[in-house]
């Protein structure tokens, strides 16, 4: 049974950082695409940073330069620096595991982030 644990979250005042871990089991890790996704109130869930099994990475326009998405694979935890936050990054944080292009087959429980003075 797939499990992703996500942990981080918290109340942090703009321009703060916080990072986020996530940690899967019950899979194989290291040829599995990962990701990190977001929902703030009211609004659908967003993607906001990929990252392959071989480590490629990809980010979203809105968090480029700020987030940071990386993984280490002999520990299964896929992680999301995010620096110089803005209360837009308010939201659910949640992470996924994709074994095909098609879908993101398993999620986290998700974790909040409040970014707020």
């Known amino acids: 049974q797939v499990q992703l644990v996500e942990s981080g979250g918290g109340l942090v005042q703009p321009g703060g950082s916080l990072r986020l871990s996530c940690a899967a089991s019950?899979?194989?890790?290291?040829?599995?695409?990962m990701g990190w996704h977001r929902q703030a109130p009211g609004k659908q869930r967003e993607l906001v940073a990929t990252?392959?099994?071989?480590?490629?990475?990809n980010h979203a326009d809105s968090v480029k330069g700020r987030f940071t998405i990386s993984r280490d694979n002999a520990k299964k935890t896929v992680y999301l620096q995010m620096n110089t936050l803005k209360p837009e990054d308010t939201g659910v944080y949640y992470c996924?595991?994709?074994?095909?292009?098609?879908?993101?087959?398993?999620w986290g429980q998700g974790t909040q982030v409040t970014v707020s003075s």
């Open positions: 996924s595991l994709r074994t095909s292009v098609a879908s993101w087959d398993y």
């Open positions: 019950g899979t194989i890790f290291n040829i599995y695409t």
């Open positions: 990252i392959t099994g071989g480590g490629r990475s």
